[in-house]
């Protein structure tokens, strides 16, 4: 009986043991849980779990800054499924407007633009687009107003984004996670109300990921991205997207079939129209250096106001950036520098391209053509501007839509709607002084059709 007794007292033990052994695992584990979420609101360590999107919005500038250098690897995101998104109050559709348009107030470049050649005065017109929002009955009417306000600027990336844009670009900005402005965005767009706005699972970052460059534009394209035909004694390169340089695969196979049957054409047009751009890297280290035969360089200027969305984007290492303070620009012929008064920062940027000699059949000593219209924008706009002034090609076609000197997209959330919207925050001038936004790219050649537009090709090159 004794020893029946000493083992049960005995089993009592152990039981209470294991149950204090779990209990305290289980605050141990809780602990740690809040020990994680402190660092994560105190910006300490180099944390890689448990990281919930929308802790995003409580960073300032240098904190964020803070705890994204003491990273040693991409942070895990916690992102729990997607939900019903909630109807909007009329407070909170007011306040999302009001974030909105202090942050363009704060970043965009285009007012002064946008009032000589629309004759709008956006900031002018806040009460207008208020009184708009205020009479939205629904979520609906929300987003259309918000567009139609968007619209008013005039620009092809300040835009209310849809389903594949946001879609498109979480995918796209997790293959890089070293950047501080790409990153910040990439988790800004996984935040709970994003997915639940757009119905979207969220994305983790890849931890090996190489470096990418911030795009220009983001609408992508599925269809084959080059192709090559012919007409007579031209050789057509139809371009439809700048690609990033992880993309060209096939594109490089179709230029290099081009360039090694150069010899039975006595032209080259490479056809941009309704190319809205993508990736710089595509024409500077891709399609140019395989077709120029000597080195080309233009030289264009970029100003931005200061704010928090300007320095996290000019905190990346790779970019040359000065104080507008700091810098003598006095020598440089600059249209409407009256509009510089709220610039704070200031890029020289040299854009050098120089001929692929890697291979023997690369360059091309033909006369070349590019084929613009007016929905050529960004980083197709970027190409035939450097065009334009190297006098590399003649242009054929109708005036382009212009924004293409640019550092690229912001990306931002309305922090009730989850809606995103985008903008470029660059001022760009070209090399002759001209606004970029202001004068597009101008055909050497003005045509109004496609037809028009290979007659007065093949009339050059007979001439």
Same mark, same amino acid.
């Given at each position: %009986?004794?020893?029946?007794?000493?083992? $049960?007292?005995?089993?009592?033990?152990?039981?209470?043991?294991l149950s204090s052994t779990s209990c305290v695992k289980r605050r141990l584990e809780s602990l740690e849980k809040s020990r994680v979420e402190i660092d994560m609101q105190e910006n300490i360590g180099p944390l890689t779990e448990s990281f919930y999107p929308d802790k995003?919005?409580?960073?300032?500038?240098?904190?964020?800054? /803070?705890?994204?250098?003491?990273?040693?690897?991409?942070?895990?995101?916690?992102?729990?499924?997607?939900?019903?998104?909630?109807?909007?109050?009329?407070?909170?559709?007011?306040?999302?407007?009001?974030?909105?348009?202090?942050? #363009?107030?704060?970043?965009?470049?285009?007012?002064?633009?946008?009032?000589?050649?629309?004759?709008?005065?956006?900031?002018?017109?806040?009460?207008?687009?208020?009184?708009?929002?205020?009479?939205?009955?629904?979520?609906? =009417?929300?987003?259309?107003?918000?567009?139609?306000? %968007?619209?008013?600027?005039?620009?092809?990336?300040?835009?209310?984004?849809?389903?594949?844009?946001?879609?498109?670009?979480?995918?796209?900005?997790?293959?890089?996670?070293?950047?501080?402005?790409?990153?910040?965005?990439?988790?800004?767009?996984?935040?709970?109300?994003? &997915?639940?706005?757009?119905?979207?699972?969220?994305?983790?970052?890849?931890?090996?990921?190489? +470096?990418?460059?911030?795009? /220009?534009?983001?609408?992508? *394209?599925?269809?084959?991205?080059?192709? #090559?035909?012919?007409?007579?004694?031209?050789?057509?390169?139809?371009?439809?997207?700048?690609?990033?340089?992880?993309s060209i695969e096939k594109d490089e196979e179709i230029l290099d079939e081009f360039l090694r049957n150069k010899h039975l054409y006595k032209g080259l047009v490479i056809d941009i129209r309704d190319n809205v751009g993508g990736n710089m890297e595509y024409w500077k280290n891709f399609l140019l250096p395989k077709l120029i035969t000597e080195p080309k360089q233009v030289t264009n200027h970029m100003f931005f106001k200061d704010s928090a969305k300007t320095r996290l984007l000019l905190s990346d290492d790779t970019i040359?950036?000065?104080?507008?303070?700091?810098?003598?620009? !006095?020598?440089? +012929?600059?249209?409407?520098?009256?509009?510089? *008064?709220?610039?704070?920062?200031?890029? /020289?940027?040299?854009?050098?391209?120089?001929? =692929?000699?890697?291979?023997?059949?690369?360059?091309?000593?033909?006369?070349?053509?590019?084929?613009?219209?007016?929905?050529?924008?960004?980083?197709?706009?970027?190409?035939?501007?450097?065009? +334009?002034? !190297?006098?590399?090609?003649? $242009?054929?076609?109708?005036?382009?839509?212009?924004?293409?000197? !640019?550092?690229?997209?912001?990306?931002?959330?309305?922090?009730?709607?989850?809606?995103?919207?985008?903008?470029?925050?660059?001022?760009?001038?070209?090399? =002759?002084?001209?606004?970029?936004?202001?004068?597009?790219?101008?055909?050497?050649?003005?045509?109004? !059709?496609? &037809?028009?537009?290979?007659?007065?090709?093949?009339?050059?090159?007979?001439?």
């Amino acid at each position: %009986m004794r020893k029946s007794k000493k083992l $049960i007292f005995l089993a009592l033990l152990i039981f209470i043991g294991l149950s204090s052994t779990s209990c305290v695992k289980r605050r141990l584990e809780s602990l740690e849980k809040s020990r994680v979420e402190i660092d994560m609101q105190e910006n300490i360590g180099p944390l890689t779990e448990s990281f919930y999107p929308d802790k995003i919005a409580e960073f300032s500038e240098e904190k964020y800054l /803070k705890w994204f250098k003491a990273l040693k690897g991409p942070a895990k995101l916690k992102l729990p499924a997607p939900q019903e998104p909630k109807k909007l109050t009329k407070a909170e559709m007011v306040e999302d407007f009001e974030y909105l348009f202090a942050e #363009l107030k704060e970043n965009y470049p285009f007012f002064g633009v946008l009032d000589r050649k629309y004759d709008i005065d956006f900031l002018a017109n806040h009460d207008i687009y208020l009184a708009r929002i205020k009479a939205c009955e629904n979520d609906q =009417d929300f987003i259309d107003a918000m567009t139609e306000i %968007m619209g008013e600027l005039h620009n092809y990336h300040a835009k209310i984004a849809d389903r594949a844009y946001v879609q498109t670009t979480l995918s796209y900005y997790s293959q890089n996670w070293n950047q501080p402005s790409i990153y910040y965005e990439f988790i800004n767009l996984n935040r709970q109300a994003v &997915r639940n706005r757009y119905d979207l699972e969220g994305v983790q970052s890849r931890a090996n990921s190489g +470096k990418i460059r911030r795009k /220009k534009s983001g609408d992508a *394209k599925t269809a084959a991205n080059l192709s #090559l035909t012919s007409e007579g004694d031209l050789a057509i390169l139809k371009v439809s997207q700048m690609l990033d340089d992880k993309s060209i695969e096939k594109d490089e196979e179709i230029l290099d079939e081009f360039l090694r049957n150069k010899h039975l054409y006595k032209g080259l047009v490479i056809d941009i129209r309704d190319n809205v751009g993508g990736n710089m890297e595509y024409w500077k280290n891709f399609l140019l250096p395989k077709l120029i035969t000597e080195p080309k360089q233009v030289t264009n200027h970029m100003f931005f106001k200061d704010s928090a969305k300007t320095r996290l984007l000019l905190s990346d290492d790779t970019i040359n950036v000065e104080k507008l303070s700091n810098v003598d620009i !006095t020598g440089i +012929k600059l249209d409407h520098a009256e509009d510089l *008064k709220d610039f704070a920062y200031y890029i /020289k940027d040299i854009v050098a391209i120089n001929p =692929d000699e890697s291979k023997k059949d690369n360059g091309y000593e033909g006369k070349i053509f590019l084929l613009v219209d007016k929905d050529v924008f960004s980083a197709a706009e970027g190409f035939a501007s450097f065009i +334009k002034h !190297t006098e590399l090609a003649t $242009i054929v076609g109708s005036q382009t839509g212009g924004d293409g000197i !640019t550092l690229g997209v912001i990306n931002s959330v309305l922090p009730n709607s989850g809606l995103v919207y985008t903008y470029t925050n660059t001022l760009g001038y070209a090399p =002759d002084g001209t606004i970029n936004e202001e004068n597009p790219t101008t055909p050497d050649i003005e045509t109004g !059709t496609y &037809r028009q537009s290979l007659q007065s090709i093949e009339s050059q090159i007979q001439n």
